[in-house]
Every structure is written in structure tokens, then in C-alpha cells.
């Protein structure tokens, strides 16, 4: 069965931390492909000033060379909110053999029962979650954690499988958008962070 990794967020801009945790699930669960799909508009946050084409630019040019990882563009396509219910349906509707592998962060994780038609989505594919500094998994609430012990199983090529959550074995990785942002705000290297600094810099788009 085909195995598609599946990986959203609003990449503004995207950071090593992505490109690792889509390297991760890649090798350790041999998908056939990881697609980053940056989002348009984000339902849980507010537009960011950088154009979802833009993004998406900055995540293909960020993955060249990468065997196996792609940038994927229907979100930045559609009209209107971004649900990944909406994305993981159409995916599943583009590819109805193939076994939907999506990945979240931690933070992303406390907050998933925000998330529209959540316990839908934990149906739609195989949930992997992957720890990050400061998000602990104590705060989690009563129906995650109870979602977390019906479903979890230890992520291997064996258990992948539909409706199930595994934590992903990954480093842990302090590195975010935030901070991408935050220093060339300031004017400061970020080169150990993005393989896209230099379109970052000469975009002068974060410097406020
Ligand atoms: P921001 O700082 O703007 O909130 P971000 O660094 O969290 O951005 P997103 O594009 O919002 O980046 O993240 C997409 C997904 O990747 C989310 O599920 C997030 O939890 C996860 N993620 C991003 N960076 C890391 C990291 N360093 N470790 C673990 N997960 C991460």
C-alpha cells in the first residue's frame, strides 16, 4: 500500500525543524513521499503579512534535492479557511489506496480538540506527533488524552494504519518560524536555520 506523509503548517517561513521532522518520518516509517502543504488562509491564526504563494515558494526552493519530499499547493490555491479535514479528504480522494501518514507538533497537538471536525480527522489518517522544547504533554485535556490512549500505538512500518496516533521519534528541536522572523527583523544571520536565508534576506519581507 502506498504511504503518503502528509505535513501542513503555515511555514512563515519555513526552518530546519520542518525539513527535519519531514526527513524523520520519511526514513523511519519508509513513506513514499512527504508532502509539505503550507496553508492559505489559516483558520487558528491571523494572516500572516507573507502571501501564501510566497511560502509555498520558499518551501519547494527549501526541499530541492530532497528525495521523496515535495511541496504541495492546494491550499495555497483554495478560496477561503483551510481545514486539513478538507485537505486529508481530498488527498484520500486523489489517492483511495494509499494510507495517510499526518504529522503535528507538540503545540500543535494541545490544541487539535480545536480543530475543525477533530475526532474525524484522527479517523482519516495516521496521526504522528512530534515533541517539541516547551510543550509538554501534562496540559493535554481529558478527551485528547482519552483519544491518545485508545489510539496510540508505537510508530513502526507494522502499526501504520488508519485512526491510529504514534509519537514520532524525533530530535528535539529549538527552532521556529517566530524566531526566523524575530532575527531578521533584527538584521541577524539566520543561515543556521533556513536553507532559504538568502531569499529571506534579499525579500527584505521580515524586516518591520
Ligand atoms: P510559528 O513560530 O510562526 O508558530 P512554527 O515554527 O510553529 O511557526 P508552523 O509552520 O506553524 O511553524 O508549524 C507547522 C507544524 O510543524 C506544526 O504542527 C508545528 O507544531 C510543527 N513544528 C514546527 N517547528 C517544530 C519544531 N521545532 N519541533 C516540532 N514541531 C515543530
Not at 492559505?40 to 521523496?68: N, Y
Not at 479528504?89 to 471536525?117: C, K, M
Not at 538584521?187 to 518591520?208: H, I, K
Amino acid at each position: 500500500m502506498q504511504k503518503i506523509g502528509i505535513f501542513g503548517g503555515t511555514f512563515d517561513p519555513i526552518h530546519y525543524g520542518h525539513i527535519e521532522l519531514a526527513r524523520c518520518m520519511r526514513d523511519q516509517l519508509q513513506l513514499d513521499e512527504v508532502r509539505l502543504i503550507p496553508t492559505g488562509l489559516p483558520p487558528h491564526r491571523e494572516m500572516p503579512p507573507v502571501s501564501p504563494q510566497q511560502r509555498f515558494d520558499w518551501v519547494k526552493a527549501a526541499i530541492v534535492g530532497e528525495t521523496g519530499l515535495m511541496a504541495d499547493d492546494r491550499e495555497v490555491r483554495r478560496n477561503g479557511y483551510c481545514y486539513t479535514i478538507d485537505t486529508l479528504i481530498e488527498l484520500q480522494q486523489d489517492t483511495p489506496d494509499a494510507l495517510l501518514v499526518w504529522l503535528i507538533g507538540a503545540d500543535s497537538w494541545l490544541n487539535l480538540n480545536r480543530w475543525h471536525r477533530w475526532r474525524e480527522l484522527l479517523d482519516m489518517g495516521h496521526l504522528l506527533i512530534a515533541a517539541r522544547p516547551d510543550y509538554a504533554f501534562e496540559g493535554l485535556s481529558p478527551d485528547l488524552s482519552e483519544e491518545f490512549a485508545r489510539r496510540c500505538v508505537i510508530a513502526n512500518t507494522d502499526t501504520l494504519s488508519r485512526g491510529k496516533i504514534s509519537l514520532l521519534s524525533s530530535p528535539l528541536m529549538p527552532v521556529s518560524s517566530t524566531l526566523v522572523r524575530e532575527m531578521l527583523a533584527r538584521g541577524e544571520d539566520v543561515s543556521a536555520l533556513t536553507p532559504v536565508w538568502r531569499q529571506l534576506e534579499s525579500s527584505g519581507l521580515y524586516r518591520f
